[in-house]
C-alpha cells in the first residue's frame, strides 16, 4: 500500500516539474525576443553615434580652415598698413624737397632782379624748373601709389570684418533676418523636423527658426544637428496648436526675436553639448526604414569656394576704380601753377625717379 502512495506523489510532483518546465521554456523563448530586439535597438543606437560624431569632425574641420583664412587676412592687412606708412613717410620727404626747391626759384628769382647776367640765371631757373617738375611728378606718382594702397587696405578691412562678423554669427547660432528653408520631413509626433538646407544654406546649431503657413507662425524651432546641406531641429514645446501637424513643405523663416542676442554668448571652447538633450523618446515599436530622418544617404559636400573668395559665402566686392592722378606739372597741395618765364619752358619729364606707378584697377 505504502508503494501506491509513493507512486502516487511521484506522478504528482512529475506532473508539477513538467509544468513548470513548460512554463519557463516559454518565458525564455520570450526573454530572448526581448534580447534580440535590444541588441538591434543598440546597433541602430551606435550607427547614430557614429554618424554624429563624422559631422561633427567634419564641422570642426570647417571651422578650422575658416580661422586659418581670418589669420592669413589679418597678417595681410597688417603688412599692408605697413607699406602705407612707409609710403607716406617718402611722401613726407619729397614735399620736404618740393618745398626747399620752391624756396631756391624764390631766392633765384630775387638775385635776377639785383643780377645783371640774365642769361646764366635764366639756365639756373631752366635747370631748376626742371628738377621741380620732376619732384612734382614723382609726388603725382606717389600719392597715386598712396591712393592704390590705401584701397587695398580699405577692402582688407572690410572682408575682414564681415568674417569675423559671421563667424561671432556662427558661434552665437544667430541666421540672417532673410533666412528662409523648406520642411523637408516632418516628425511632429516625435517632437523635431529635418529642414533642406545645413550649413551651406546658412543653418547654425541653436539658431531660432518659425514655421509660417500663409501669414501665421504656427510654430517654433530650435535647430540641433546641423550638416552641410540638411540640419535637423526640435519643435519648441507649446508653440504648436494641439491637433495641429507641420507638413513638408512648410516655409522655415528666422524667428523674430533670437535667444542668441539677448543671452550671453558662449565661449566655443568651454561649452560641450549635453549628452542626450531633449531628444525626443523613443517609439514602443522601430520605425519604418523610409521614416528614419538619419537613415537617408549622405548628401554631397558642397563645392571648395574659389581662391581669393569670402571663405563663408559673400560675393567678392568689385575693386574700386583708380583715383584720377593730377594734372602733370600742378601742386598736389593746392597752390596755382607758377607762371613759365619768358622765352617757353622746356617739356616736363616723365620719368618716375621712385619707380612705375601701380596699375590702375580693373
Known amino acids: 500500500m505504502l508503494w501506491k502512495i509513493l507512486s502516487a506523489l511521484s506522478v504528482v510532483c512529475l506532473g508539477t516539474a513538467c509544468y ?78 618740393l618745398d626747399q626747391i620752391a624756396t631756391v626759384i624764390s631766392k633765384n628769382q630775387k638775385q635776377i632782379e639785383e643780377a645783371g647776367n640774365i642769361k646764366a640765371l635764366l639756365e639756373q631757373i631752366d635747370s631748376i624748373t626742371k628738377e621741380t617738375t620732376q619732384a612734382e611728378a614723382a609726388l603725382a606718382a606717389q600719392n597715386q601709389r598712396l591712393a592704390y594702397a590705401q584701397e587695398k587696405v580699405n577692402k582688407l578691412n572690410e572682408e575682414a570684418k564681415a568674417a569675423e562678423e559671421r563667424e561671432a554669427r556662427g558661434r552665437r547660432g544667430v541666421v540672417d533676418s532673410d533666412f528662409t528653408a523648406k520642411v523637408a520631413h516632418s516628425y511632429t509626433d516625435w517632437g523635431f523636423v529635418v529642414l533642406n538646407k545645413g550649413n551651406a544654406g546658412g543653418v547654425f546649431a541653436n539658431a531660432d527658426l518659425e514655421v509660417k503657413r500663409g501669414k501665421n507662425v504656427i510654430a517654433k524651432l530650435k535647430v540641433r544637428d546641423v550638416e552641410p546641406n540638411s540640419c535637423v531641429a526640435d519643435l519648441v514645446k507649446g508653440s504648436l496648436s494641439d491637433g495641429d501637424h507641420i507638413r513638408s513643405g512648410d516655409l522655415v523663416v528666422a524667428a523674430a526675436e533670437q535667444s542668441a542676442n539677448t543671452a550671453p554668448a558662449k565661449s566655443p571652447a568651454g561649452a560641450a553639448p549635453a549628452a542626450g538633450g531633449d531628444a525626443p523618446a523613443a517609439p514602443s515599436a522601430p520605425a519604418p526604414m523610409g521614416n528614419d530622418p538619419f537613415g537617408a544617404p549622405a548628401a554631397p559636400a558642397p563645392a571648395a569656394p574659389a581662391m581669393g573668395s569670402d571663405p563663408f559665402g559673400a560675393p567678392a566686392a568689385a575693386p574700386a576704380p583708380a583715383a584720377p592722378a593730377p594734372a602733370m606739372g600742378s601742386d598736389p597741395f593746392g597752390a596755382p601753377a607758377a607762371t613759365p618765364p619768358a622765352g617757353g619752358a622746356p617739356a616736363p619729364s616723365t620719368a618716375d625717379p621712385f619707380g612705375t606707378a601701380p596699375p590702375a584697377a580693373k
Open 20 to 97: 513548470f518546465a513548460w512554463s519557463n521554456q516559454k518565458l525564455l523563448v520570450e526573454e530572448r525576443k526581448r534580447e534580440t530586439y535590444t541588441q538591434a535597438n543598440l546597433t541602430e543606437i551606435k550607427a547614430h553615434i557614429a554618424k554624429a560624431e563624422e559631422s561633427k569632425k567634419a564641422l570642426e574641420a570647417q571651422l578650422a580652415s575658416a580661422k586659418q583664412e581670418l589669420d592669413a587676412t589679418k597678417t595681410s592687412v597688417a603688412e599692408t598698413s605697413g607699406k602705407v606708412q612707409s609710403t607716406e613717410q617718402e611722401l613726407t620727404l619729397v614735399k620736404t624737397n
